[in-house]
């Protein structure tokens, strides 16, 4: 079936945080319309969103069918792996002025230019792999910003679950968390083999253990875009 499309728009952003252009891609629903209120996700990985994971068509099909809310789909797309290391990956020597960006840089703009709610409750942040690992830390360092946050089979290290340890306002957050049980020997981009489905287990005990609106499940397969795309639908239609 086809449905009415929305639009892909791409962004130059200026960020003082990272020193750099970062460039935007911004799906508007096809009805878009300054008169209606939206909702905004933020997607890591923003070109793997859009072509792997098809999310502007995704969305196309629930707002036409009503199965979501308004939504404006922004994604932010890295240059390549070593950018996405730096950026992502809870030691790359970029992490902190990234969350930094997303927060204190990309909201407010996002806010200023596009009719949003202006609230933590209705801003998510979706990743995978590292990309989930930036956009939980990033949302337990501001729930008051982000309220939402979607991990497809994140990288959970030491650092990521101390950080859900040492939470204190899980009432602010909704999570919705899904890996694979195939997620035992993933080859990194380090050029390492890690083991994802133990430690995902071992975040997924940390975060049942605070007041936070969660959602998990082990789905039986492995880590790749073949598993995640068909579950963004699921995601989206719990979130919005």
Known sequence: ?????????????????????????????ANFSP??????????????????????????????????????IVGVPYKNVEDRRRKYHPDGDQNQQYIRFLAHELAPFLDQE???????STRALIGDSLGAAVSLMTALQYPHTFGKVLLQSPYVDEQVLKLVKDFKEGQLLETYHVVGTQETAVPTTDGKIKDFISPNRLLATEIKMKPITYFYEEYNGNHTWTYWQPDLKRALKMFF
């Open 1 to 29: 079936m086809n449905y009415p499309k929305g639009t892909i728009k791409e962004y130059s952003f200026q960020s003082t945080e990272l020193q750099e252009t970062v460039q935007l891609l911004i799906y508007l629903p």
């Open 35 to 72: 008169l209606y209120k939206y909702s905004l996700l933020i997607a890591q990985d923003g070109m793997d969103y859009f072509q792997l994971g098809r999310i502007g068509r995704l969305a196309d099909e629930l707002l036409f069918q009503q199965e979501i809310e308004n939504l404006i």
């Open 114 to 120: 596009f009719p949003t709610y202006q609230m933590g």
